[in-house]
Every structure is written in structure tokens, then in C-alpha cells.
């Protein structure tokens, strides 16, 4: 047994694949962002005042998820603070928070005590009612001459989490602030977010706004290869590596970092097969693998009532025969039964049909209208992923559920 564990230390140690993984890593800051220059320009255009000591307009960044919103925008942070001049008579304080990270960002509380802390103020551990900790907030920007630059990254979260109203006091500061200003900048993956805010927060958040639309296969061709070339020992890609990781981030929206994901987990699972390369069918694997994964992570992080739509779609397909779909109006009256097993509130048929709809939106289950003749329709349900990853998924919700 002691044997076979080194021989898989030992191979490892003699890595073909990698240089450095941590390039293909999220946080990983390149030194050139290629295609960004036209939004990069613009955010250092509208920010450029708070060098001088001036209020900007507020900021609002949007475009789908890997499309290069954090890099840039933390770019122009760096750059910002590489120009701030030593005299001036006021302090150039740039805040960024990412409003989806579990812990610090899940409640008002948390978010402002975060902020408090980040600014140099200090909040106690046991919680302040919601004024108290506002106050502190607003004692502690305004404690000397700030200019401070909020950048609240993945905002939608904000209302998710907390509510719009956690906005609109945020868009509201600057009338509580005597010595001070803040400006805002939010940056969202969700494009529809801002249509459904109220219109005062709106109009407010969004002074200015910058769209960063999905980069095309040449574009995610040209990141990649930046990247690969400091990851990779020399010579382990196959031809066409980089080109099919592209094509397949290109198909999914232009992400870029779906692609560098891609190329990652390729290399990794190259490295652990101890092949001297990253052939063609790696890519295949990782996109396997980084779809499986993100479905599992989906489920897990869903409400029950979700997983209790889900298990009950899965239990009743598991058994019909034939591979027979299963109808909305069976999964209903099976979902009930589990509800009340599990003691949860029963939701209504039209909300659990909505569920379903993301189910199916989500690519987890397949859901085909049929009509019945005389205007009826029913709607039936299959399974879209494997059975492999039904099966994970079976899993995950019997930990967490009183399953069947
Ligand atoms: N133009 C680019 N050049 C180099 N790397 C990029 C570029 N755009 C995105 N990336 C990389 O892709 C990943 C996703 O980018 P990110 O800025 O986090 O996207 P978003 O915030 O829009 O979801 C990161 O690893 C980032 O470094
Ligand atoms: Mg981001």
C-alpha cells in the first residue's frame, strides 16, 4: 500500500504539465488585459476626478459573468492609487467588496461592518441595531477628509440577500456626509438587475454605465494563450488546445474564464493520467467535469423547496418503466407527501411549476409541452443529465432532506 501512494507522490513530483498553475487561477492578475482597452479607458475617464479630490458620477458596470468586469475594474484601482499625490489635502480611499462572498456580505450588518473595518474604524462583535451600525459607518468615512470609491462587486447579491432598500441608503450617503463624498461603483453579471430596482435607486446607481459584452473565440484564443505560455512547461499542448477550450467558452457566452477553467482542469487531469501532454480529449473531460461540478453545486446551494421538486421528479422517474416521463401534476402530488414528511410549508402548484421551469431553465431536467386536444396541455419531464450525476444529485438531497 506504502508503495503505492509514493509511486503517485513521486509522479507528481516529476510534473510534465505545469510551470505555474496559479496563472490559470481566478485571482491571478495579468499584466495585459487584451480587448478591455475601450472599457478600461472609460472607467479611468469617469473615475479620473477623484484624483483631484471631486466626486464622480456613480458607476455601474454590467455584462455577463467572465466577461472581465473585476479585472478591469481592480486594474484601474492599482492605477488610481499609483497616481495619488502624498500633499493633497484629502485621502483617496477605494473600497472593494464583493457582495456574494458567504460571511461577510449575507446581511446589512455584515456588509457595513466590513466596510467599517476595511476604512480603519472598529465595530464591536455583538451585533448594533442597523442605525447604530450606519452611524458608525458614516463617523467613520467622515472622520477625516475622505474621498472614498465603493466598488460593490456582484451587487444583484445585495438585493438577493439583504433588499433594494440597502441601496437606497447607500445611494443616499453623500447627504448624510459633511467633510467626505463617496462615488459607487457597482458591477453586476445579472444584465436585467438594474430594470428592476426602483427607479430613484436606478437612475442614481447608474450614472454612467459601461457595457462588457462576451468576448468572441479569437479574443478568448488570444487570453488563453498569454496565459498558457507562463502555466505551461514548454511544448505540453496539443495543436488545438487552445482553439477547441475557446470554441467551447465562445459557446457558452464568451466567458473567459470558463475557458482558463477549461485549460486548468485539462491540465490536471493530463498530469494525473501522467501523460506528457494535454491532448485534445482532456478538453472533452474537463468540460465533463466543470459542467458536472457546476450542476452539483447548483443543487446543493438551492433553497429545499428546490431539492424537494427535484427529489420528487427523481424518485418518480427512477420509478416508472420503460423510461417513461413523469407529469407535472404526478410530481405535485408526490412533492406534497415529502413536504409534509419533512415538515415544510406545501407551495402552491403554480410556484412549484415555476421551479420547475428553472429546473428545466437550468439545463437539469427536460420539460416538452404536449397539448391534450380542446386547448388542455400537460407538460412532461425528463432527466437531462447522466444518471452518474442524477445519481450525485439523489445524494445531495437525501443529506439534506428526509428523503423517500
Ligand atoms: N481581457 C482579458 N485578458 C486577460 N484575462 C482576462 C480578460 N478578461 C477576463 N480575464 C480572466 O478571466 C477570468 C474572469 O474575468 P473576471 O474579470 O473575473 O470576469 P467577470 O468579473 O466579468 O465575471 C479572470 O481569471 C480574468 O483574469
Ligand atoms: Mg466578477
Known sequence: MKLDIDKIFDSFDKNNIFKDKTILQSNYSPSEIP???????????????????EKTSNLFLYGKTGT???????????????????DADFKLKIEYLNCKMKKVSDTEYRILAELVKKMGGDVPLTGLPTQAIYNKFIETIDSEKNL?????????????KISSDFLYSLVRLNSELSKSQI??????????FLEELDPRVRS??????????????????DILNQRAELAFKEGVLQEGVINKCAALAAKEHGDARRALDLLRVAGELAERDNSKKILLKYIDNANEKIEKDKILETISSEPKQFQ??????????????????VFTGEVYDFYQQLCLKNRLEILTQRRVGEII??????????????????GGRMREIKMAISKEITNKAKEIIENSLNYV
Open 68 to 86: 472581465g468586469k473585476t479585472l478591469a475594474m481592480r486594474f484601474v484601482q492599482e492605477e488610481l492609487y499609483k497616481r495619488v499625490k502624498k
Open 204 to 221: 442614481s446607481l447608474s450614472e454612467e454605465e459601461i457595457l462588457f459584452h462576451p468576448y468572441n473565440a479569437l479574443q478568448i484564443q
Open 357 to 374: 421551469q428553472e429546473l428545466d431553465m437550468l439545463g437539469i431536467i427536460n420539460v416538452r409541452v404536449i397539448s391534450k386536444g380542446r
Open 148 to 160: 472614498v470609491v465603493l466598488i460593490l462587486d456582484e451587487i444583484d447579491q445585495t438585493v438577493k
Open 35 to 53: 480587448h478591455r482597452e475601450e472599457q478600461i479607458k472609460q472607467i479611468a475617464s469617469i473615475l479620473a476626478p477623484v484624483l483631484r479630490g
Open 183 to 192: 462615488c459607487l461603483v457597482g458591477i453586476s453579471n445579472d444584465l436585467r
Open 308 to 325: 424537494l421538486v427535484l427529489g420528487s421528479i427523481i424518485y418518480l422517474l427512477e420509478h416508472q418503466k420503460n423510461d417513461l416521463p
